[in-house]
């Protein structure tokens, strides 16, 4: 199974300054047929579902403000928020959907306000 | 609208076999494309991937929880159902059923059922 490793484990950002998140996974996720790489993004509030954010690396979900952008390829990836609101506090995870199932999810990142 | 709704017992004996239903709206199993999966969280910890049925019948499972894990689905209820066998008190959580139509990622979620294992 592909394994995903997030770093950090958590991260306090002061409101307005920016926040990254990075993902890596054990092996690529770029597909050579169609260049596209197999990760998504997720948000999750307390009490809530995850909520997704991001897929195919860098494609934003409908609705999602654009503070939140996906970059990377292969078996690095990185989730920016470029502006950090208090509504953002949340815990991120990013799972690979490389080929067939298990789909396998990061451990992932609390962020914090500073 | 789609959305997802879990139900199952809150509470399991250890040893016994877990059964939880998804029942989804705004969509159908049988639609080309539609995906169904079940994500586990123990309280405070990670998200982990369980187990997906797709629209044509095909079936994926969490590699080390394949022994205990079978999904189904009744396309005349438009549910999916999760049994787990065996279960352990390290088997609690957050069980959710979530939906996506396109790729390998979930754009709907159920707000998830929690079970404790316990005896």
């Known amino acids: 199974d592909i394994v995903m490793t997030q770093s950090p484990d958590s991260l306090a950002v002061s409101l307005g300054e920016r926040a990254t998140i990075n993902c890596r996974s054990s092996q690529s996720l770029l597909s050579s047929s169609n260049n596209k790489n197999y990760l998504a993004w997720y948000q999750q509030k307390p009490g809530l579902p995850p909520k997704l954010l991001i897929y195919?690396?860098?494609t934003r979900e409908s609705g999602v403000p654009d503070r939140f952008s996906g970059s990377g390829s292969g078996t690095d990836f990185t989730l920016t928020i470029s502006s950090l609101q208090a509504e953002d506090v949340a815990v991120y995870y990013c799972?690979?959907?490389?080929?067939?199932?298990?789909?396998?999810f990061g451990q992932g990142t609390k962020l914090e306000i500073k | 609208q789609v959305t997802l709704k879990e139900s199952g017992p809150a509470l399991v004996k250890p040893t016994q076999t877990l059964t939880l239903t998804c029942t989804l709206s705004g969509f159908s199993l049988l639609t080309s494309g539609v995906r169904v999966s079940w994500i586990r969280q123990p309280p405070g910890k990670a998200l982990e991937w369980l187990a997906r049925i797709d629209w044509d019948g095909d079936e994926f499972y969490n590699t080390s929880l394949k022994t205990r894990v079978t999904i189904s689905k009744d396309t005349s209820k438009n549910q999916v159902v999760l049994r787990m066998t065996n279960v352990d008190p390290v088997d609690t959580g957050t069980y959710y059923c979530?939906?996506?139509?396109?790729?390998?990622?979930?754009?709907?979620w159920g707000q998830g059922t929690l079970v404790t294992v316990s005896s």
């Open positions: 195919w690396a860098s």
């Open positions: 799972q690979q959907y490389y080929t067939a199932p298990p789909h396998t």
């Open positions: 979530a939906f996506g139509s396109a790729g390998g990622w979930s754009n709907f």
